[in-house]
């Protein structure tokens, strides 16, 4: 199983990024697909959720209306666009993935990727 993250990056506050997460050896369109993140010092914590087809969307409360994830199911592709970015966006993000949506939020996860690291400038 391969999740490799990429485009995080350094952006001042208020800025955009994308991240992307490439997909490989393990049956991508079988499984929930999603973003944790984590700051220095702290847990990681969940940000967003997707489902096999899309179908089902969720959201820490701290990132709802500023952050928006998909996927490409031909592609093996997951992704998260962030707006607005806030300082206490800095962090390590993870792509995840995960048989069990229910759980997903509370960080039951089948498999970690790498992550990438966001900072997010004042």
């Known amino acids: 199983v391969q999740l490799q993250a990429y485009g995080g990056g350094l952006v001042q506050t208020g800025g955009f990024l994308r991240l992307s997460c490439a997909a490989s050896?393990?049956?991508?369109?079988?499984?929930?697909m999603g973003w944790f993140r984590q700051a220095a010092g702290k847990e990681r914590e969940f940000v967003a959720g997707i489902g096999p087809r899309s179908d089902s969307i969720d959201y820490a409360d701290s990132v709802n209306g500023r952050f928006a994830i998909s996927r490409d199911n031909a592609r093996n592709m997951v992704y998260l666009e962030m707006n607005s970015l806030k300082p206490e966006d800095t962090a390590v993000y993870f792509c995840a993935a995960t048989r069990r949506w229910g759980d997903f939020d509370r960080g039951i996860v089948d498999f970690w990727g790498q992550g990438t690291l966001v900072t997010v400038s004042s």
């Open positions: 050896k393990f049956t991508f369109n079988a499984y929930s």
